[in-house]
């Protein structure tokens, strides 16, 4: 029996114009009804999700690709970079590219080198930073915008970190070799007392896999790129067809 709904956001629960129906709110909410916690799990920031979740109400937020679990309000979880780490792949990004646009995550702070952050839908409560000087953060994530993936992958290699690359952007994420969804997943378990077997995971891009896979049961929205497809448990609709609303309706909700 399904414990907890745990879903990615763009292109799995929101709509590609990133609006959330009301049908789909009103699916979790009676979810929530029977008992059953609902969790989220983004690449995105935790201030790029703040509007879904405070929207969604998740007992548990997994964001940052993994990095980052919060619960309540209240980090319960961080995977981070050491300072040298950190301020060791500012430095290899800078040096491939010296004009290079950086984000740099730590916990709920994200520091980012450009003019147009107050203009940014997802980032404009982001700190300003030229990167001029050491930075005296541990980051859980840093992201570049770079032209090819060959640079990134050097970076990566260089440093000994994971690269982490998004469908349809040239943005690029250097993440700690340990985190990723799965290691959050993991320490969720922990936190919350439900085992994998108990959630069922909602996804569409190549970041979701191992959170697929590894969860009680793994359900890929109909937009998913075809490697989630092919591993998934079960295909629901396209997001913007409500797709995971219509898979909770059809199965969680008549579950006991």
């Known amino acids: 029996m399904t414990r907890m709904i745990l879903t990615d956001l763009d292109h799995t629960l929101l709509r590609q114009d990133?609006?959330?129906?009301?049908?789909?709110?009103?699916?979790?909410?009676?979810?929530?009804?029977?008992?059953?916690?609902?969790?989220?799990a983004t690449a995105r920031y935790w201030i790029g999700a703040e509007t879904y979740i405070r929207m969604l109400r998740p007992d548990y937020e997994i964001t940052t690709d993994g990095t980052l679990i919060h619960e309540n309000g209240r980090c319960v979880y961080s995977c981070s970079f050491t300072e040298i780490e950190t301020n060791g792949i500012i430095r290899g990004i800078l040096s491939a590219l010296p004009r290079a646009e950086i984000t740099v995550a730590a916990g709920k702070t994200v520091y980012w080198n450009s003019a147009h952050i107050a203009e940014s839908e997802k980032l404009h409560k982001a700190v300003y930073c030229d990167y001029g000087a050491e930075m005296a953060v541990r980051a859980n994530k840093i992201v570049a915008e770079l032209p090819e993936e060959g640079i990134a992958r050097g970076i990566a290699?260089?440093?000994?970190c994971k690269l982490q690359a998004y469908r349809g952007e040239n943005w690029y994420a250097f993440l700690p070799k340990e985190a990723g969804k799965l290691a959050a997943i993991r320490a969720l378990t922990g936190i919350s007392g439900i085992p994998a077997e108990a959630i069922a995971a909602f996804g569409d891009d190549?970041?979701?896999?191992?959170?697929?896979?590894?969860?009680?049961?793994g359900v890929a929205v109909a937009n998913a790129v075809p490697r989630v497809l092919a591993m998934a448990d079960a295909v629901t609709r396209s997001n913007d067809e409500d797709g995971v609303a219509r898979w909770l309706a059809a199965h969680c909700l008549m579950e006991g």
Do not use: P, Q, W, Y
């Open 18 to 40: 990133g609006s959330v129906s009301a049908f789909t709110l009103e699916t979790i909410e009676k979810c929530r009804a029977k008992g059953i916690r609902f969790a989220i």
């Open 157 to 160: 290699d260089a440093m000994g």
């Open 206 to 217: 190549d970041n979701d896999l191992e959170m697929l896979k590894n969860c009680g049961l």
